[in-house]
Every structure is written in structure tokens, then in C-alpha cells.
């Protein structure tokens, strides 16, 4: 089933999310091991949740960025969380499992991006399922976006020591897609084969959030 929130001009609802998915969008986790103490039925109940949002806060989101506009939704969601389930947390840094991104032993396959862009809005980035396509990346936007994928579900650092941006086209076959003998590369192999880079097992410090307390909602 699918789950998810939605905002209109005065409200903020959640629908069919657990109370993990919810913690991992309010703080942007990509990892399993960045939420540490949530008992079992949060990541089992599911709940549907609505919210008013006053007019000064409906006003100041209008002039809010995109960047902005995500940071002011994970903090909705934190208080929802807050309120609703009583939630008492804090967070940590622990030493995890992680991915070096490197560059492979072939070498690296891309060349950097022209110096001179005359359109500067038409560098980003975007990822769906099995691609990833950006203009003018660098690696460290790249190693962020790997881990924001559900493939890798790590944390990815960029190990390359480049500083340069690049135009990137990166194409794989999702896991739990790769059971015909004509299925693309994993992202792994991708990585490697199509841009010369190569994601290596490795531990490093990563944010955690420890949840304290946390309760089921009375209905209202």
C-alpha cells in the first residue's frame, strides 16, 4: 500500500505511513542504522494524520526556497511526531557502515563539465528508479544522491579528491529486478563500467537519531 503526505493551502496530512517512515523523512535518514530505540509497532502501524497550518506560517512558506520549503517540512513533521506520539528524542554519532566513493582501478570515465555554462539554472540533478542523470555534479552531490538510494542504503562519502563538475548518466537495474538473464548492472557494477567510480565497504562517523520516548496517539 502506498503511503505518503500531502500539503494543501492549509493543512498538512500524512497518509499510511508508519512511524518510521515518518522519523526517516522528518530527519532525513538513509540508513536502517540511523534510528536506534523505536519499538516495534513503529515500524508496523500505520497512521493517518491531518494538521492545519495557521495563515503566518501558510504566508512565510510562500517565500521560502526549495531548499527552505524541505527544511520547513521535515520540521511540520517533527513536531507532528512531537505531539502526536509524544516523542522525546536526541541525536548522536556513531561509527557505521559506510561507502567510500572512489575512483576505480580502470580509472575515471567521465570528463569535466564545460567551464562556461551561460544557462547556470540548468545544473542539478535528478534519480528515479534505476537512473541518475545530473549536469554540472560534483561528486560530493553525487555521493549524497547515492545515498539517497534505495540500492545502496548507506551513507556515501566522496573519497575521489576531485573538485571538479561533471555531466552524469548513470543507468542500472534495481534489486529485486535482476532475476532475468538480460537485466542490466547493478548500481555497482554501473557505477564502475559507465563512470569509473566504485563504492568500497568502509566505517565512518554517522549521525544517529536515539529515540527516548515515544507513545502511541489517543485518538482524537
Same mark, same amino acid.
Given at each position: 500500500?502506498?503511503?505518503?503526505?500531502?500539503?494543501?493551502?492549509?493543512?498538512?496530512?500524512?497518509?499510511?505511513?508508519?512511524?518510521?517512515?515518518?522519523?526517516?523523512?522528518?530527519?532525513?535518514?538513509?540508513?536502517?542504522?540511523?534510528?536506534?530505540?523505536?519499538?516495534?509497532?513503529?515500524?508496523?502501524?500505520?497512521?493517518?494524520?491531518?494538521?492545519?497550518?495557521?495563515?503566518?506560517?501558510?504566508?512565510?512558506?510562500?517565500?521560502?526556497?526549495?531548499?527552505?520549503?524541505?527544511?520547513?517540512?521535515?520540521?511540520?513533521?517533527?513536531?507532528?511526531?512531537?505531539?502526536?506520539?509524544?516523542?522525546?528524542?536526541?541525536?548522536?554519532?556513531?561509527?557505521?557502515? %559506510?561507502?567510500?566513493?572512489?575512483?576505480?582501478?580502470? &580509472? !575515471? +570515465? =567521465?570528463?569535466? @563539465?564545460?567551464?562556461?555554462?551561460? $544557462?547556470?539554472?540548468?545544473?542539478?540533478?535528478?534519480?528515479?528508479?534505476?537512473?541518475?542523470?545530473?549536469?554540472?555534479?560534483?561528486?560530493?552531490?553525487?555521493?549524497?544522491?547515492?545515498?539517497?538510494?534505495?540500492?545502496?542504503?548507506?551513507?556515501?562519502?566522496?573519497?575521489?579528491?576531485?573538485?571538479?563538475?561533471?555531466?552524469?548518466?548513470?543507468?542500472?537495474?534495481?534489486?529485486?529486478?535482476?532475476?532475468?538473464?538480460?537485466?542490466?548492472?547493478? %548500481?555497482?557494477?554501473?557505477?564502475?563500467?559507465?563512470? &569509473? !567510480? +566504485? =563504492?568500497?565497504? @568502509?566505517?565512518?562517523?554517522?549521525? $544517529?537519531?536515539?529515540?527516548?520516548?515515544?507513545?502511541?496517539?489517543?485518538?482524537?
Amino acid at each position: 500500500m502506498n503511503g505518503g503526505w500531502q500539503f494543501t493551502a492549509d493543512s498538512f496530512s500524512v497518509t499510511n505511513l508508519t512511524v518510521q517512515q515518518m522519523l526517516f523523512n522528518a530527519y532525513d535518514l538513509k540508513m536502517d542504522g540511523q534510528l536506534i530505540g523505536l519499538p516495534k509497532w513503529g515500524d508496523t502501524d500505520r497512521w493517518d494524520i491531518q494538521a492545519k497550518i495557521g495563515d503566518e506560517a501558510q504566508q512565510a512558506m510562500h517565500k521560502l526556497n526549495r531548499l527552505q520549503y524541505t527544511n520547513e517540512i521535515q520540521l511540520m513533521l517533527q513536531n507532528l511526531l512531537v505531539q502526536r506520539f509524544q516523542l522525546k528524542s536526541h541525536s548522536e554519532t556513531r561509527e557505521l557502515p %559506510i561507502y567510500d566513493l572512489t575512483i576505480a582501478k580502470n &580509472g !575515471l +570515465k =567521465l570528463k569535466a @563539465a564545460a567551464s562556461e555554462n551561460p $544557462v547556470k539554472w540548468s545544473a542539478g540533478w535528478s534519480m528515479g528508479s534505476g537512473k541518475f542523470t545530473g549536469k554540472e555534479v560534483d561528486f560530493a552531490s553525487l555521493a549524497k544522491a547515492l545515498s539517497s538510494c534505495d540500492d545502496v542504503s548507506r551513507i556515501v562519502v566522496d573519497k575521489t579528491g576531485l573538485t571538479e563538475k561533471y555531466d552524469v548518466h548513470l543507468k542500472w537495474t534495481p534489486d529485486g529486478q535482476q532475476e532475468t538473464a538480460d537485466s542490466g548492472p547493478s %548500481i555497482f557494477t554501473a557505477l564502475e563500467e559507465q563512470l &569509473g !567510480l +566504485k =563504492l568500497v565497504p @568502509a566505517k565512518g562517523p554517522v549521525d $544517529v537519531i536515539v529515540v527516548d520516548h515515544i507513545e502511541l496517539p489517543s485518538e482524537n
